[in-house]
């Protein structure tokens, strides 16, 4: 139904790097974030070029510099059929910025869907969109995030997920 297709248009993925506000914790995080991206880009892991980049930018690291150093140090050392361990790149993002994000997402698209005339009660919507949207596996919140916020209030009831919602999170995919 309408719930189906704005989840849909979300784009799962499962690489992730870092952003920070301290100083120390940005560097740290930023060359992590160009290791990694350099080395899958080498070792032609992915389907899309920039695809790392761009999930990248959508990420917070977690507080701990030194996690991010080893992780850089171990990725720089890691060969193509032998990835660094415990470094998978989801395990270096803070994930409270997206799950936040995510959850006031699907509260935005039940709101949406409520303008549209549907009856269901506000908490039990949000409670089925969580079961085709997981946000507790959301990692990371793109560019286009404010954008789709700002854009579901007038969105249409045909299509209540607009253009601007697509790919807006970056969510764990199950491995």
Same mark, same amino acid.
């Given at each position: ?40 880009? @080498? ?7 920039? =695809? ?76 089925? =969109? ?19 916020? =700002?854009?579901?209030?007038?969105? @249409? ?15 764990? @995919?199950?491995?």
């Amino acid at each position: 139904m309408l719930q189906r297709t704005w989840a849909r248009r979300l784009l799962l993925v499962t690489f992730v790097a870092c952003g920070g506000s301290d100083e120390a914790l940005g560097d740290a995080c930023d060359h992590y974030k160009r290791t990694f991206c350099e080395w899958v880009e @080498s070792c032609n892991l992915l389907l899309q070029p920039g =695809a790392c980049q761009e999930a990248a930018e959508s990420i917070a690291c977690r507080e701990d510099v030194s996690e991010a150093e080893r992780c850089t140090q171990a990725i720089e050392r890691a060969s193509c059929s032998n990835p660094p361990e415990r470094c998978n790149l989801a395990d270096i993002a803070d994930p409270a910025p997206a799950i936040a994000a995510c959850e006031a997402f699907v509260t935005e698209v039940c709101r949406a869907l409520a303008r549209c005339g549907s009856e269901q009660p506000l908490g039990e919507c949000e409670s089925d =969109a969580m079961h085709s949207l997981d946000c507790t596996q959301a990692i990371g919140v793109k560019a286009g995030y404010d954008a789709c916020l =700002a854009d579901l209030p007038q969105a @249409s009831c045909d299509e209540i997920a607009p253009s601007s919602c697509e790919r807006v999170l970056t969510i764990r @995919s199950e491995e």
